[in-house]
C-alpha cells in the first residue's frame, strides 16, 4: 500500500521535524511504500495573505534534512514549468496539484525528470478527461500507445482523485471515479483533501474532517493504490488546512484499519 502522509506546508523546520518523527513507523512498515508530503509553496491559497511556506530554496532545503534524518522518500508539490528539474534533485515524487492538472508545460517539464509523478484529480474534471494529463506524461516520456494501469505504473505516473465540486463550495467523492482511472492508472486516494470546503471560512477554505475516516474506509473497500493524508501533531494551529487535517494520533487509528479493509481486499481477489 502507498501512503504519502505529512503537513500540508512547511510552516518550520522545528514542526516538520516534529511530525516526522511520529511518521517513523510508516516507513519501517514492510507492508507500506511511505513517502513523506509537505509543500514549499502553497501558490493556490485563498487570500493573498494566508501564509504560503518557506518557498521553493529553503523549503527543499528542509525536505532534505528531513530525508536524511528519517530516511524518508520525499513527495512535494511544483507550480512552476521552472521548478521539476530543480524538485526532482530532492524529491522522489513530483505532484501535481489539482489545478493545474491540465497545464502542460508543467506535466511535460515534470515528465522529463526521472521522479515518478502524481497528478491530482482536478475538482471540475471526470475521471475520463484525466487520460488526457496522463498521456502528456507517458508521450513525453517515450510511451505513445493507450495507457493501462500497468504501462502507467512502468513509466511511475499515479493519479489522485480528491472529489468533485458540488455546487460553489462543497466537494463530493463519486466513488466510480477510483474504478474508472484505475483502469489506465494507479490510483491515490487524497481522505483529506476530499472533505475540504473550498474558502468555505471566507477568506480560507475550511473542511468536514469527521468524514475523512468514512471516505478513507469506502475508498480502500472499493480499492485503491494508495492514500493521501494531510496531518499535523495539532490541526487548530496549523497554517493551511488545518480544517480538514487529522491529527498525527487518530491518523495513526485510521491506517490500521485501512490495511485490515485492504487486506480482506487482497483475499477476496485472491480467492475469486
Known sequence: MILIAGPCVIESKENVFKIAKELVEFNEDKEIEFYFKASFDKANRTSID??????LEEGLKILDEVKKEFGFKILTDVHESYQPKIVSEVAEIIQIPAFLCRQTD????AAKTKAKINIKKAQFLSADAMKHSLKKVLVTRGYKGEPTAKISKEYGVFLTERGNVFGYGDLVVDMRNLVIMREFAPVIFDATHSVQK????NSVSAGNKEFVKPLAKAAAAVGVDGFFFETHFNPSIALSDGANMVDIEEFKKIIKLLKKISLINKESYESN
Not at 50 to 55: A, L
Not at 198 to 201: H, K, L, T
Open 106 to 109: 508543467l506535466l511535460v517539464e
Open 50 to 55: 494566508s501564509f504560503r511556506g518557506p518557498g
Open 198 to 201: 473550498i474558502a468555505g471560512a
